[in-house]
């Protein structure tokens, strides 16, 4: 239900359910899951760019699973979208969205899980989750407030109305929007700057900056201290300071 393949330091990974709108199935959950495990142990990879195919994004739950009622709500988000949202975080490189088309409910939620996020001016976010009287969950309640404030937060999830590229562009829930015909070259190029840049000080900042979300300034100095005696022992680091001394471009091997 996805595609994985990684090229000059970008894992691509492609939600591949398009008649579906690459709606979750377990099948797709556990397959993310995967993908991110094994682009976070492999050294070749250096940052990840997480896109659908077709015309969505992804459109949250695969709603023909989950008919009639009497769903275990517990066991799916518990088994598979509460460890696939986790994982996200657990991956010290950059997980960049590609939101080429809409982002609903779950996929909404996936899409902020992520670092950065490009969007196609064709690209929607939709937190559809109301409109079937549910709740934002996948992390849903937890990245909107803290990405666009708990003003606008509560309007999308209250309202579950759609918002366009432009429009999140505004808010800042997206980086930037690019047209739609050259989308997935500009968001594969913003991924190969990424990739050429020192990974383990990028894992370590956000790490150090998610964690700063959580703490008071003290314990951020701690941890930023500990982050940067990590960072300083990089061969990057020394590569960086060398580079600008002798006027010239750095070459980060990405430890
Ligand atoms: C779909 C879906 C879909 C199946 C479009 N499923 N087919 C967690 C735990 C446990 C249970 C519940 O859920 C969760 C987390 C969640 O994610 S809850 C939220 C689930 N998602 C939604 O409620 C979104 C439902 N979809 C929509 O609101 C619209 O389809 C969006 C806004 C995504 C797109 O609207 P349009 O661009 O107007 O396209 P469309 O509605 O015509 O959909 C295109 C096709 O995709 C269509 O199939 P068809 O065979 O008629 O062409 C849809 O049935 C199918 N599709 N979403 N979630």
Redesign the pocket.
């Known amino acids: 239900t996805i595609l994985y393949e990684v090229t000059e330091g970008v894992a691509v990974i492609t939600l591949n359910r398009p008649e579906?709108?690459n709606?979750?199935t377990e099948q797709m959950n556990k397959e993310i899951t995967a993908a991110l495990k094994q682009a976070q142990k492999d050294a070749d990879v250096r940052c990840i760019l997480l896109t659908g195919a077709g015309r969505?994004f992804n459109?949250?739950?695969?709603?023909?699973d989950?008919q009639g009622g009497g769903?275990d709500?517990g066991g799916?988000?518990r088994n598979r979208?509460n460890p696939m949202i986790l994982q996200f975080r657990k991956t010290e490189k950059p997980i960049i969205a590609a939101v080429n088309g809409?982002a609903?409910?779950?996929?909404m939620s996936l899409a902020l899980a992520c670092d950065i996020r490009l969007a196609s001016e064709k690209a929607s976010f939709?937190n559809?989750?109301v409109?079937?009287g549910?709740v934002p969950?996948?992390g849903g309640c937890y990245f909107l407030p803290r990405i666009v404030g708990i003003g606008k937060a509560l309007e999308l999830a209250m309202t579950g109305e759609?918002l366009s590229a432009e429009e999140a562009l505004k808010l800042g829930l997206v980086n930037q929007v690019y047209p739609a015909d050259s989308f997935q070259e500009e968001a594969l190029a913003y991924a190969r700057k990424l990739a050429v840049l020192p990974t383990r000080a990028i894992g370590l900042i956000k790490r150090t900056m998610y964690k700063g979300l959580e703490m008071d300034l003290e314990e951020t100095l701690e941890y930023e201290t500990y982050a940067q005696e990590a960072a300083g022992s990089t061969e990057d680091h020394r590569e960086g300071v060398a580079a600008f001394l002798e006027k010239r471009a750095p070459r980060f091997q990405g430890r």
Do not use: T
């Open positions: 579906k709108f709606a979750f969505a459109a949250g739950q695969d709603l023909g989950v769903v709500f799916f988000l979208y809409v609903a409910g779950a996929g939709v559809a989750f409109n079937i549910l969950d996948s759609k």
